[in-house]
């Protein structure tokens, strides 16, 4: 009874701390900036509706910008929003299946085949991931301007390949080693040279590994800002937390649609971690027993 | 020629050629790069004359006094951010490794800070912060804790704690999840044969529990200390660097020294610094805890 | 092509010498077992035979072709392992005939061959099931298809049987007898179990510390062990061998140290011709077809096998006889076998 009680009492504590700042932004963006600007606020929407988001997503179109009658200030960046949506998928999605082939073909040499250079190679893997992003991003960025790519979509995927690549190849590491090692010899024995090995025996039965290192390269580069905030400089390339983070720096955008804006912007993220919460789970702590 | 490597060679390089080429143009080489740039004077403004000047970018910058205040915002932040995650996440652990109903949808909830993207984690909080229309104000003052509404973002003996705060709240499940794991790989037989020796709650948790949670432990500090460490998104989106120099950390000197003053001869230097700065700090970190784990 | 020889094969990790300079030749049709406990390095000569070990020093032929740098994809040798190894995400059908598929065997005849081959295995209710529906009998089956289905010429099995409760044991041992008689191809066969090196086996090599102690038929080995290594691991129980309490034929030369065996087997009544060896017996201990007992003769222990009708009961003396000429004399200090 007693420890019904205490579970009970530290799950609200728990759901409070962890859901209740997303409640409130969820609460917020859908309320008319005269409703949140309300002291003390509404907890609920009094009026609960999407006019803050059909708002965003019409920014571009000027016809209908005339006759919205708002209750706000939406800056002349909104219209940037649906492009930058669709830039962060488009980035997101590269470098998410490229990662998959790469990572595939990477894991699979480092954890099964006995090559010279093997430990090198996965030090250097490694190695690459404890470089902080920051110390980075000085070099990369000239770098890319040398190569005349600031502010392209390309530029964007390849950094986030590199960001993304070392946590995903030992991911599927860690999965591959858990993979019967005479299933490989019986596929050898069978005929398969090492890409038959891979695509035969690797491939289906890692599925689960696969969907962890998707997700985990998708939602990295779907939330990265750093990167992008340096490496693209217009709304040709620019992700959408660029965009958001100029509706939050600039003091005249209404809060409604700041908080709209976030809304949008965490809606695919959670959204995918909740569909594919145990595949992702499994991946994250790939290798976190073993150290 | 080629015939001196083996089959299973030829295959390996093949396999690795993608992945090493992107860390090698991405990572490798503009890290060598970067230290090339930390030796000389390079200003963008100033594109045609770039002299070598050696280690003076990097001694500049060891005595500079906006150094000074960012390793000491960067000390505080890291060690609040990294102390009170791991905590968290330790208590956050022993719940979700109990079993109940419900338990299945706490674990669900758990990956929302998780997923939710840095620049929403930031904007989030400034919305509860916010002095005027904020949640935090409501409810201390509902709560009877405040008497009148607060610029918390404001108050520079607070700044640095509340962006921590939203920091942490992120931080926190991926931290949560590892000491999970760790947790589950304990036999319950160590649990039955303390509770046979007569072994309290707490004594349960002292003695069993804590020992076989250190290789997590010290993954968690390792992890969230890289990762505090650098951190930038937070102190752009919610202060950037104020008020005053309240929140002016390594991460954002680098991007103002950078960005703002095109100075990339000394960002670089710095750069390097920081992340010298990171390896030590691991290393320190493994040795302590890792010294009986490999 | 069918016959192996083994030229020096040389397996090294690191530091450690897993198999050292091993010569085996093994013809075109032999069933050799390579037989010895863990570790002896009999697995790691089978692989690379098979060529999923890399070989560090030595040549490998099949027939006179140099196969040593040769993936093993490309030499064309079928293999049975101790884990079945079935895909589980193939069903029987698909396991079977994998092998075919690889090498562009067109599907109708894939299907033609498996059918064939499932016959042969009385597989074929189960073709449409995966591995993980099948007990471990039915999969020892399947793997033993997806070998034979390509009709190579060598066959390499490392511990097949070991996965299987006993009873099924026997009845794949013998199926993989007739299966060698029947296609008459070059068997080489992984065991720690002397029962089945034995039984399969048309020649044995015992193995130890990566070396081969003894290359011979199992009559050979049985009969003339080359050490005291090899007189031990066969036979069970193990053969009795003593530095003293046991007669020394006659024809050792006076004064050298040896040590001398005695199969548990190797006992009859006292009779003409025979050493009589006086005991009491300290433990009894029946199997049913006969008895096996613990004799103390003097300072020394014997364990015996002897018929059910000699009817010994613990406690009481008894006199054995024992054939000089069935004793095994071994060098004390090489452990090598002392021939007359």
Known sequence: ?????????????????????????????????????????????????????????????????????????????????????????????????????????????????????????????LATRVIPDIALVVPLFLVIRNLGLINSIGALVVTYL????????????SYFEGIPRDLYRASRIDGCGHWGALRHVYLPLSLPALVAALMFAFLTSWNEFLFALVLTQSAAAQTLPIIIAGFVMDFTTSFSFVNAAGVIAILPPVLLAVLFQRYIVAGLTAGAVKG | ????????????????????????????????????????????????????????????????????????????????????????????????????????????????????????????????????????????????????????LGDPDLTLLLISNAAIWKQMPLAALLLIVTMKAI??????????????????????????????????????????????????????????????????????????SLRFGTGAALSYLLAMLTFLLSWLFIRAFGERNG | MAAITCQGLTKRYGGVTAVQALDLAIAEGEFMVLLGPSGCGKTTTLNMIAGLEEISDGTLLFDTRDVTRLPPHKREVAMVFQSYALYPNKTVAQNIGF???????????????????????????????????????????????RAIVRHPSVFLMDEPLSNLDATLRLSMRSLIKRLHHKLRATFVYVTHDQAEALTLADRIAVMQGGVIQQLDTPEGIYERPANTFVASFLGS??????????????????????????????????????????????????????????????????????????????GETLDVGVDPARLHVFDAATTMRIAP
């Open chain 2, 187 to 260: 036999p319950d037989d160590l649990y039955r044969a303390a509770k046979v020796d007569g072994a309290t709650v707490v004594q349960r948790f002292v003695h069993v529990t804590l020992p076989a949670l250190r290789p997590g432990l010290m993954l968690v500090l390792v992890y969230e200390t890289m990762i505090s460490i650098r951190h930038f998104d937070l102190f752009l989106i919610m202060t950037q660097g104020g008020p005053g120099d309240a929140s002016y950390t390594l991460s954002w000197l680098i991007y103002v020294e950078t960005f703002r």
């Open chain 2, 1 to 152: 020629m080629l015939a001196r490597f083996s089959y299973d060679d030829r295959s390996a390089a093949l396999l690795v050629l993608p992945v090493m080429a992107v860390l090698l143009v991405v990572a490798a080489f503009p890290i060598l790069y970067s230290f090339w740039v930390s030796l000389h004077d390079i200003v963008l403004t100033r594109p045609l004359r770039r002299p070598f000047v050696g280690l003076e970018n990097y001694w500049r910058m060891l005595g500079d006094a906006r150094f000074h205040t960012a390793v000491l915002r960067t000390t505080v932040y890291t060690v609040v951010t990294v102390g009170v995650t791991t905590v968290l996440a330790v208590g956050v652990a022993l719940l979700l490794n109990e079993n109940f109903r419900g338990n299945k949808l706490l674990n669900t909830l758990l990956l929302l800070p998780w997923a939710t993207p840095s620049i929403v984690n930031g904007l989030m909080w400034k919305w509860i912060y916010d002095p005027t229309y904020g949640l935090l104000n409501a409810v201390l003052l509902k709560l009877g804790l405040i008497e009148h509404y607060r610029a918390w």
């Open chain 3, 237 to 314: 129980p193990q053969i009795n061998l003593l530095r003293q309490g046991l007669p020394r034929p006659g024809w050792v030369p006076a004064g050298r140290e040896v040590v001398i065996g005695l199969r548990p087997e190797d006992v009859a009544r006292p009779g003409d011709g025979l050493v009589t060896l006086s005991g009491r017996v300290e433990l009894v201990s029946p199997l049913g077809s006969e008895t096996q007992l613990e004799l103390s003769v003097g300072e020394a222990t014997l364990t015996l096998r002897v018929p059910k009708d000699w009817r010994v009961a613990e």
């Open chain 3, 99 to 145: 092998p075919l598929k690889l090498r562009g065997v067109a599907p109708a005849e894939i299907a033609r061959a498996v059918a064939e081959v499932a016959e042969q295995l009385e597989l074929t209710a189960l073709l449409e099931r995966r591995p993980n529906q099948l007990s471990g009998g039915q999969r020892q089956r399947v793997a033993l298809g």
């Open chain 1, 162 to 173: 590199a960001v993304t690549l070392p946590f995903t190849v030992f991911i599927l590491i």
């Open chain 1, 1 to 125: 009874m007693q420890r019904k009680l205490m579970l009970g009492f530290f799950s609200v504590l728990f759901v409070l701390y962890v859901a209740g700042p997303v409640l409130w932004l969820l609460s917020s963006s859908l309320q008319q900036e005269s409703e949140i600007t309300a002291v003390p606020p509404n907890w609920l929407p009094p009026n609960p509706g999407l006019h803050n988001f059909t708002a965003i997503f019409t920014a571009g179109d000027s016809a209908e910008y005339a006759n919205r009658g708002l209750s706000g200030f939406l800056p002349s960046g909104a219209a940037n929003l649906l492009p930058s949506l669709y830039n962060s998928l488009q980035v997101g999605l590269w470098v998410a299946v490229l990662n998959l082939v790469f990572a595939l073909t990477a894991a699979y040499a480092i954890a099964v085949i006995d090559f010279r250079g093997r430990r090198a190679t996965l030090y250097t893997v």
